[in-house]
T-cell receptor, first 112, second 111 residues
Framework: AAGVIQSPRHLIKEKRETATLKCYPI?????VYWYQQGPGQDPQFLIS???????DKGSIPDRFSAQQFSDYHSELNMSSLELGDSALYFC???????????FGSGTRLTVV | KQEVTQIPAALSVPEGENLVLNCSFT??????LQWFRQDPGKGLTSLLL?????REQTSGRLNASLDKSSGRSTLYIAASQPGDSATYLC??????????FGTGTSLTVIP
């Protein structure tokens, strides 16, 4: 069965650089979520999209932005990267409320 | 804001034991509850999804129960194996389907 695809798997950036993470949801899933998981922490919600519109916003820094495209894939854009942005970034998708999440394998971002 | 707590934070058991992981949440107005497994540095694998109208779900050696009124869920693992070693997270959604995660239980099954 198709899963949630995230790219790249690993990314190393320097401080103040920009990064773009991509997420391809499961076909026919209309909602995409982004989560950030720091070392030893539980995942923290960043932002979600339903039918290409932002539906909910969590603890996403102003330096970050995201969007969902017509093919339902989503991109998380991160600018002016800081050391503290180093984390695992997960994308998840769902079909509808109550159907639960399916997570991608994540992108490990390291800011040096 | 929904708060999710998991007990214990860490658990170490010999292979073959049955074990119970606990999850509690403060807002009982939930649509569902989902249990995940996470291996170190890896993604989240969904184990079981319990709808708010259900009391339990089973998958193989795993059984999850939900008591919505008391804000509790348990994950029961039968006949534990070393391959079960991982962090187990429970998560509940808010009205926007944003999931709140528990702090996780780190399980080690000793061969």
């Amino acid at each position: 069965a198709a899963g949630v695809i995230q790219s790249p798997r690993h990314l190393i950036k320097e401080k103040r650089e920009t990064a773009t993470l991509k997420c391809y949801p499961i076909p026919r899933h209309d909602t995409v979520y982004w989560y950030q998981q720091g070392p030893g922490q539980d995942p923290q919600f960043l932002i979600s999209f339903y039918e290409k519109m932002q539906s909910d916003k969590g603890s996403i820094p102003d330096r970050f932005s995201a969007q969902q495209f017509s093919d339902y894939h989503s991109e998380l854009n991160m600018s002016s990267l800081e050391l503290g942005d180093s984390a695992l970034y997960f994308c998840a998708s769902s079909m509808d409320r109550g159907y639960g999440y399916t997570f991608g394998s994540g992108t490990r971002l390291t800011v040096v | 804001k929904q708060e999710v707590t998991q007990i214990p934070a860490a658990l170490s058991v010999p292979e073959g034991e049955n074990l119970v992981l606990n999850c509690s949440f403060t807002d009982s107005a939930i649509y569902n509850l989902q249990w995940f497994r996470q291996d170190p540095g890896k993604g989240l694998t969904s184990l079981l999804l319990i709808q708010s109208s259900q009391r339990e779900q089973t998958s193989g050696r795993l059984n999850a129960s939900l008591d919505k009124s008391s804000g509790r869920s348990t994950l029961y693992i039968a006949a534990s194996q070393p391959g079960d070693s991982a962090t187990y997270l429970c998560a509940v959604p808010n009205t926007g389907n944003q999931f709140y995660f528990g702090t996780g239980t780190s399980l080690t099954v000793i061969p």
